[in-house]
């Protein structure tokens, strides 16, 4: 029932997804470039261009714990299913964290690769890991191995996401395109255009289970119904 959206200035609004106002705003020390909520909606975590970690509780946004700067301009961020681990992306490194303490658990780098976007698997065991050249990485949850990659973009991924049960991972580039994979076994199950312009962000609809929703970057929210004797909806936010 409420969306957390960065703003053009760097600062946080929490909405009530059918009102505009905004209920509440979230400062960093600099502007907000990554958030993530955890899987219940308990918490919110915002990072900021320099690394800084905020999580705050919900619905008071009470700050729960802070982690002081990577001075790294993270490009990805994730909860884990179960809530027990964050990972965050940062150029060619990916590392996870403790939520609790910011402890790092895990972290690999790999220099051959830029990482833009993650999503956790239900699992809780994997963790996929979008590119800036249209890859999905596939790592085990100590990161100690890399287990899969598959080409999915003309350019950069922007984003990905994992439905509720588990069983699809949604993808969205710059290439317009929003694809739905099998998350086991990666094979592509389906895809949308994003109306002539880049997918930005996704979700999946907890219930019913068969609906993605991803916006664009030119400001429309689509609905796409994965039911095969459904069409994809359109509109604005």
């Known amino acids: 029932t409420h969306a957390a959206v960065i703003q053009p200035k760097g600062k946080v609004a929490i909405r009530d997804v059918f009102q505009t ?7 960093m020390p600099e502007k907000a470039c990554c958030l993530a909520w955890s ?3 308990s918490k919110l975590t915002v990072m900021d261009d320099i690394g800084n970690c905020l999580i705050n ?4 946004l009470k700050p729960v714990v802070s982690f002081g700067s990577s001075g790294q301009r993270p490009t990805g961020l994730a909860w884990s ?3 027990k681990s964050l990972a965050v992306a940062s150029g060619s490194r990916i590392h996870i964290l403790d939520p609790e303490t910011g402890e790092i658990r895990a972290q690999n780098t790999r220099p051959e690769l830029v990482f833009t976007c993650l999503a956790w ?15 999905i990485t596939v790592w085990n949850m100590k990161l100690e191995s890399l287990l899969e990659t598959v080409s999915a973009h003309d350019g950069r991924g922007n984003c990905l996401a994992v439905s509720a049960e588990g069983t699809r991972l949604a993808s969205g580039g710059e290439d317009n395109r929003a694809i739905i994979w099998q998350s086991a076994s990666l ?7 994003g109306y002539k312009t880049s997918v930005r962000a996704l979700a999946f609809a907890s219930h019913p289970k068969n609906i993605l929703y991803f916006s664009t970057q030119n400001g429309l929210v689509m609905r796409w119904d994965m039911d095969p004797a459904s069409k994809m909806i359109g509109g604005t936010p």
């Open 21 to 27: 106002n905004p209920l509440a705003e979230i400062n």
């Open 39 to 41: 899987k219940d909606g």
């Open 57 to 60: 509780g919900f619905p008071d």
């Open 81 to 83: 299913p179960d809530g």
């Open 121 to 135: 698997a239900y699992d809780n065991m994997r963790l996929f890991a979008g590119t800036v050249d249209g890859k």
């Open 187 to 193: 094979k592509q199950v389906a895809r949308a255009s």
